[in-house]
């Protein structure tokens, strides 16, 4: 049976059916890794696209539309666990938390950027900007952060059924589509910029309820220089980045490939100024 967000996979190895039983919660099969990206290219993009009138493009940006590239070419990212079974996502749907002011002591809430895995740099830089714009003016008053309070409300026990029954719901694909809209455990990716904090990237855990199978994220700019194979010093600017991956969703190559592509695109990031030449399809 197709479910909401994606089509079941029927046509994958025996042992990714079974995994999900072995391994039945997600935080029971996460995996973790560290990697780090020269972004002296990113940095001169970014100079040249804020010339152009970009004034807020950043890192940010340009990683999330390098890992929408990635899922373009290599869509078995994007699948899910639901109900013990895979499936593969429909849409393209990345979570991020914000402050809604640059304070302290201020709120955050999470939004989702909705794709298609022929997103540019330019549309993925429109659409984040405006939908920051628009939970900074919404203030507390936007849908996640109303149902948040609403669920809040709740005295502890009646709380305590709901999000077991909101789970019981999840595991069948029974929860509405509203829901999993709003939901800031349901998408394809979550990444959070530690970098923004001044901060280097922490190892984020996974969510037993509903879909993300990763989690990333980016710590902050940093310069070395190493001497090259002529015996020159040489300036490099890196960005270090953890992952932490459900690993039922696809093996230990796939995930290889994808992040190896995801760090080229990164280190050559001019290809994300136009669409890809194919789209690749994901398994039946």
């Known amino acids: 049976m197709s479910r909401k967000e994606g089509r ?25 890794f560290s990697a780090t990206v020269d972004i002296d290219k990113c940095e001169q993009l970014i100079r040249q696209k804020r010339l152009e009138g ?27 666990i639901r109900g013990q079974r895979l499936y593969a996502r429909k849409g393209i749907e990345i979570c991020m938390a914000i402050k809604k002011e640059l304070k302290l002591n201020a709120p955050e809430t999470v939004i989702k950027l909705y794709a298609t895995p022929d997103d540019t740099l330019h549309s993925v830089y429109e659409r984040l900007s405006r939908e920051i714009e628009k939970n900074r003016q919404e203030g507390d008053n936007n849908n996640m952060d109303t ?12 709380l305590k059924f709901t999000v077991w029954f909101l789970k019981l719901l999840d595991y069948f694909g029974w929860l509405p589509v509203w829901l999993t809209k709003l939901s800031p455990f349901h998408g394809s990716m979550f990444i959070t910029n530690m970098g923004s904090l001044g901060m280097p990237p922490i190892f984020h855990h ?9 989690f990333i994220a980016m710590g902050s700019k940093r310069t070395v220089y190493e001497v090259n194979r002529d015996g020159e010093t040489v300036k490099r600017r890196l960005i270090d980045f953890n992952v932490t991956c459900d690993e039922r969703i696809c093996d ?28 690749i399809e994901d398994i039946k």
């Open 8 to 32: 079941r996979i029927r046509g994958g190895i025996p042992m990714d059916a079974v995994s999900p039983f072995i391994m039945p919660t997600r935080t029971g099969a996460s995996n973790t």
């Open 54 to 80: 970009m004034a807020g493009i950043g890192m940010i940006h340009i990683f999330m539309a390098a890992y929408i590239r990635v899922i373009s070419q290599l869509p078995g990212i994007n699948r899910y």
């Open 147 to 158: 149902a948040a309070r609403v669920l809040v409300s709740f005295p502890g026990v009646l």
């Open 206 to 214: 996974l969510y037993d309820f509903g879909t993300l199978p990763v």
């Open 252 to 279: 230990g190559h796939y995930y290889a490939s994808a992040f190896k592509k995801l760090k080229k695109v990164l280190e050559n990031p001019e290809q994300l100024l136009i669409p890809p030449e194919t789209v």
